[in-house]
Structures are given as C-alpha cells and as structure tokens.
C-alpha cells in the first residue's frame, strides 16, 4: 500500500514539473515582442476581442481598463499599472505581474493558475472566490 501511495505522488510531482517547465517555455518565447501601448490594448476590447492571450504590455498604464472575462494566459505585465481594473472572471493564468500595481483592482472569479508575481501595492483589493 505505502509503495503505491509513493508512486502517486512521484507522478503528481512531475506533473507539476511538466505544467511548469510548459509556463517557462510559454513565457520566455513570447518575451522578445515590443510591449502594446494603452491605446491598442483598448482598441482590441472595443473590437470586442476578448483572447489577449500572451499579451506583451509590461510597464504600460492600464489603470481603469475593463478587461472583465478577457482571456490574459501567459500575458507579460510585468511593472504594469492595473489600479481600479476590472479584471473579473478573466483568465489569468501564467501571467507575469511582477512590480504590478493592483491598487482597487476588482480580481473576483479571475484564474489565477501560476502567476509570477511580486507586486508592488496591492491593497485593497478585491480577490473573493479567486481560482488558483
């Protein structure tokens, strides 16, 4: 029984090794392209696109765009300004958001699956049922 037991978990944590290296891969292969500016970001959501998958928008002001159920996997906001956002029910997943500012953002229901990130000021936030 402690046999099968170990086994289980031996492959849960290369599992986990695989999504991670995946997230690497994701993220250093789209690092290279020149970051969107506000005004593109907000002309794709006025288009009614809602897939800003691998989103390169590090250090560009977003502060109080409605991004609410847009899709952002593995988007680079890295140093980022999302005060009062609205990023409900968005996919977050993989996203980079190191240095970001979160200050009012509004992140309920918003996936946030292997976020990388050390932000700067986040409160207050709103978080509630967040999925990680």
């Known amino acids: 029984?402690?046999?099968?037991?170990?086994?289980?978990?031996?492959w849960q944590?290369?599992?986990?090794v695989?999504?991670?290296?995946?997230?690497?891969l994701l993220c250093a292969s789209s690092s290279f392209a020149a970051p969107a500016t506000?005004?593109?970001v907000i002309s794709q959501l006025e288009s009614g696109t809602t897939d800003l998958s691998n989103l390169q928008a590090n250090g560009v002001d977003l502060s109080g765009i409605d991004f609410r159920g847009a899709?952002?996997?593995g988007a680079n906001l890295d140093g980022a300004n999302l005060a009062n956002a609205k990023l409900?029910?968005?996919n977050l997943d993989l996203t980079l958001m190191r240095g970001t500012v979160?200050?009012?953002?509004?992140?309920?229901?918003?996936?946030i699956f292997g976020v990388s990130c050390w932000i700067r000021r986040i409160c207050p936030v709103r978080i509630?049922?967040?999925?990680?």
């Open 1 to 10: 029984m402690r046999a099968r037991k170990h086994w289980v978990n031996l």
């Open 13 to 16: 944590c290369r599992a986990v």
């Open 18 to 24: 695989a999504r991670l290296g995946l997230a690497y």
């Open 38 to 40: 506000r005004e593109q």
């Open 71 to 73: 899709r952002l996997f």
């Open 88 to 90: 409900a029910r968005c």
């Open 102 to 111: 979160l200050v009012k953002a509004d992140l309920r229901e918003a996936s």
């Open 128 to 132: 509630c049922a967040a999925h990680a």
